[in-house]
């Protein structure tokens, strides 16, 4: 694997492949769109590393820091990024939808190792379900299917979400399709995601004025609901708008408020982290992928672990 990156990296130095082919060749995984197998002689990881840096410098392969999240701001109707630990915007990619005869709604959000972001969409019912979002543009391409609410992405890179009746499941990312794992009926949830940590999922219950919005913790293999857990009551009548866990484990919210929210999954205690108009009214929320292996660290071993949900 580690000579046809050299190879393919060498074509482009050579000028038969487009330096900006790179991100989709590598996604792909197709063979035959790479380059020859290098010789074994004079290769260096300290080489094909530095190589790969210079590559996301350029803004060729897509790299965040850890506490860096995309967001989509509900008034704008925008992809975003922003920094999850002080609430300010990195930057604004692009709205959902141009036209202004359409409006897009996104109610949750997941991205892939891979970088393919998907939202659920709840607006206008001609686009309801699962859309893909161009991580460069912004621009979503609808898809359809049966999920609603809220999707993440689970164990081994597949893509997880709810159904009409609530109940949690394995989403095609091509068709929008739920199947089910049999699990119970759910809360209508208003932000799910994965910790890679204890194996569970998470999601957010939401909150009518004066009550308390509810922390489940889901068994990710039977969809089974383990634990419900109180929110602390700083956040009472807030309406959450998405969670989601940063690259350290921490889990974050935003709420109708604009404010970012750090949550305790296990005592449930929640502070506030900032509280400005910087942040997007993030109803769809998820993290950057900082790297291609999930390790935090820009390396060679990115090149060998291209997963795909």
Do not use: W
Request: hydrophobic share 40%.
């Amino acid at each position: 694997m580690v000579r046809i990156i050299a190879g393919t990296l060498h074509e482009v130095g050579r000028g038969r492949i487009e330096p900006r082919e790179l991100p989709d060749i590598l996604a792909s995984k197709e063979r035959r769109r790479a380059g020859p197998t290098a010789a074994p002689s004079g290769l260096r990881k300290q080489m094909l590393k530095q190589t790969l840096t210079v590559l996301a410098t350029a803004g060729l392969v897509a790299t965040a820091s850890a506490d860096q999240m995309y967001a989509v701001d509900a008034s704008s109707d925008s992809l975003y990024i922003f920094d999850s630990d002080t609430g300010e915007t990195v930057r604004m990619i692009g709205p959902l939808n141009p036209d202004p005869d359409r409006y897009t709604t996104p109610i949750s959000m997941a991205v892939t190792a891979s970088f393919r972001i998907f939202i659920i969409n709840n607006s206008p019912a001609g686009d309801s379900g699962l859309s893909r979002v161009d991580r460069t543009t912004g621009l979503a391409t609808h898809i359809g299917g049966d999920v609603r609410d809220s999707i993440a992405v689970g164990p081994g890179g597949v893509l997880y979400g709810t159904d009409l009746s609530g109940r949690l499941g394995t989403v095609s990312s091509s068709t929008g399709t739920v199947r089910l794992l049999g699990g119970p009926r759910l809360p209508r949830l208003f932000g799910l995601d994965y910790n890679t940590r204890d194996g569970f999922f998470y999601g957010i219950t939401s909150a009518s004025p004066g009550s308390i919005p509810e922390l489940l913790k889901i068994e990710a293999s039977s969809g089974e609901l383990v634990e419900t857990i109180p929110l602390s009551m700083g956040i009472a009548g807030s309406a959450p708008g998405s969670i989601a866990f940063q690259r350290d484990g921490d889990l974050v919210m935003t709420d109708n408020g604009r404010q970012l929210y750090e949550i305790n999954i296990v005592t449930g205690f929640t502070r506030v982290v900032a509280s400005t108009t910087n942040i997007p009214q993030g109803l769809g929320l998820a993290p950057c992928r900082a790297d291609f292996d999930g390790s935090g660290v820009l390396d060679i071993f990115d090149f060998l672990a291209f997963q795909n949900a």
